[in-house]
């Protein structure tokens, strides 16, 4: 379960008489659980994001994951992303370019026993194929899956999805759709996930807000 509730105010406005950023975000995420939210460019979906995986520090609030609190104003808490269990699956994929697809989804492994297992990514995401190829030989659809698996396999106890798709066209898009509610619920993460097309949240996410003005609402 991740509980947040946090209000951002960014100092990002460069000319002095306009306002800084400010988002208000409160919603409870349960494992297996896929909030969408939507928003046009520049509402602040990327910062919210940024902001749970502690890239970003809120001006005040809560996060607060399972039992581990990840930002808390009131006890002064706010741990860095690298203690934060937090995978995220960007717009670009982001895979490492000399890397095959079996070290770029081993990277951030850790060691040991682990509850979510290169074999069970694999068969998810129907990768077997591609392991010793490398980025520059995947389609984009493809390089996205071996994103998604490589988010999964850091153990996440959180999964942020930052428009996934939308460097893809419609008919890769429909190729990937399927396997990311397979990820959900297969691995019964709390999921959030933002894009800027309707459709797209709507097809995946259990629940979708709207993203507008700082304020998360009830798309109208
Ligand atoms: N580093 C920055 N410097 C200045 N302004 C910024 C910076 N990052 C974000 N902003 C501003 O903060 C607001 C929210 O931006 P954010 O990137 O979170 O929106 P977004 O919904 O993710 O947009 P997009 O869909 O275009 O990625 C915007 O007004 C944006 O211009």
Redo the contacts with the bound molecule.
Sequence with gaps: MLKVNILIS?P?A?AAATPA?TLQAKFDLKPGYCLGIM??????????L?SLAGLLMPASGLIQSHQQVWFDTRQGIQLPPWQRQVGIVFQDGRLFPHMDVQHNLRYGMPKGEVAISLPEVVEVLDIAGLLQRRPSQLSGGEKQRVAIGRALLSQPSVLLMD?PLSGLDETLKQQVLPYIRKVISTFGLPTLY?S?VRDEVAEIADEVLQ?AQGQLRQPV
């Design positions: 960014q990002y460069v950023f928003g046009a460019s520049g509402s602040g979906k990327t910062t919210l940024h428009e933002v800027h993203l």
